[in-house]
Every structure is written in C-alpha cells, then in structure tokens.
C-alpha cells in the first residue's frame, strides 16, 4: 500500500491540533474552575445553572426581607420593652395618689411625672421603622397615635400593617398595632394625671387598667418574639439552601480541579511526543524512506 507524503504529515498535524485544542480547553477549565464557557457547550448543563442561578435571585431578595423583617421586630420588641417600665413606674405613681396623705407639693410632681411618662410613650407608640412606616400603626401607614384638643389620646390607625414576603407564598407582619399592643393605655394615664392635676382621688379602676395594658404589651411581646423565633429558622433555611445550590452548581458546571490537572498533564505529554515524532518524521529524506 502506498502512503501519500502529505498523508504521513496530515494525520499528526490533525493529531496535534487536536491535542492543542484539548490542551486549551483544559487550562481554560482550570483557569475559570468552569467546564463550559458557553451555554453551546453544553446545553442542559446552562439550563440547570440558569434555574439555580433564579432561585439564588429570588433567595436574596427574600433573604433582605428577612432582615428588614428581622429589624423591625427587635425595634419593636425593646419599645414595648420600654413601655413595660414607664407602666410599671405609672403603676408606682397610682399607688402614691391613692394615699391621701400625699400634699399638693407631692400631687403635682407625681402629675408632671405621669405627663412626662405620657409624652415618652407617645413618642415611642409613634416610632417609625427603617422604611419610614408606623411600628405600632396600620394598614394606611399613617401616625399611629393623635393627641387630640382634650388631651384625650386616640389610635388613628385601621386594619393590619402589610406583610413582608419571605418565601414563596409566605409572609410576615413584623410589627404589630397600637390598639392590640397597648390597649387603654393612653385613656388610663390621661385620666390619672388629670385626676392628680385636679386633686381629685384616683379614678376607680386605674390600677386594674394599667395592670390591663401591661398584659397587652406582654403579650405583643411574646407574639413578635415568635416571629421573630420563626424568622431565624427561615434566615437559617435560605443560607442552607443557597450551600445547597452552590453545590449543584458547582457539580454541574465546575472543574475537578485535580482531575483536569492530571489530564492536562497527559495531554501535555502525548502533544510533546507527536511533536517529537513530526519534527523526525519531516526532517527525514527519500533516503531515509528506502533503508
């Protein structure tokens, strides 16, 4: 059989294109810890990652709302936990106008004690959150508490406060209302300091009220403390998913590092060798051929 010149340099100039190609290949591999640069590469392999990388997107996003959720309830919980210590101080007060051995000296300052500890609270029923939204308000998102012309107090919210989405098709309300949190309060204290203004004894009732509006506060204590335990675990859920999907990720786009290396190495090896032979093979003449 007779072999044509350029078939003898044909075939290992295709073999060592081929090499080179596979060569590149790899240290790109390497280079971008990626086995594909191109979604032709391997077309169900993009697929995947796209749908990974959607998931990453939308965990991020639930994963902000999260901690804006997560931040309004601690904001939430330490104002009632200061309005829990203004009742207490205003329960101590109660006690001290319904001893009528108080003087007027001693009446007035307990009056401008209750007044000081109505205008403090206010101010926190009133707080807003990082979005510029009422904590203790409602759905309008409007002041949550009005003093009106009497001096009287009043809610002014209505409805409940938006829910932040934290997952698919699940959501939370952070803060909670200022009717719920805090009850008659605000009547109860009004009508004390009125009272101690006026000189007149403690309104029948006062001490069951400010009892009353502790328990309230207690208990929207306890109720974002719930949500604030079930956010955690969600924070905790969207962290182990975001691992879960690097790691099909990175097993279905990613370069074993070591095992490309090694296949490098061969390649790198079998390309040298041919080279060496086509180096010998072209400098050899007819002479060389017919020995």
Sequence with gaps: MRIATSQSYDRPATLMASLNSKADLLQTQIATTKKYSAPSDNAAAYV???????????????????KLAQGIITQADGALANVETELQRAQELALQLSNGTLTGTDRAAAASS????????????????????????????DTAFVKNA????????????SAIPIGDGDSVVPGVTGDRAFGDMFATLVALRDAAVAGDEVPEGTL????????SVTAA?????????????VYDRIADTKLSNEEARTAIEGTDISAAITELQKTLTVLQATQASFTKLSSMSLFDYLR
């Design 221 to 233: 204590r306890a109720s974002i403390g719930a949500r604030g335990a079930r956010l955690d675990l």
């Design 208 to 215: 069951e009220g400010l009892s009353s509006s502790l328990d």
């Design 114 to 141: 209750l007044t000081a500890i109505i205008d403090g609270l206010l101010s926190i029923a009133n707080a807003t959150d990082t979005r510029g939204q009422p904590v203790f308000g409602g759905a309008t998102g």
């Design 48 to 66: 995947q990652v796209q749908g990974l990388n959607r998931a990453d997107a939308n965990a991020a996003a639930y994963n902000d709302n999260v």
């Design 150 to 161: 009497d001096g009287s107090i009043t809610y002014a919210g209505t409805g409940q406060p």
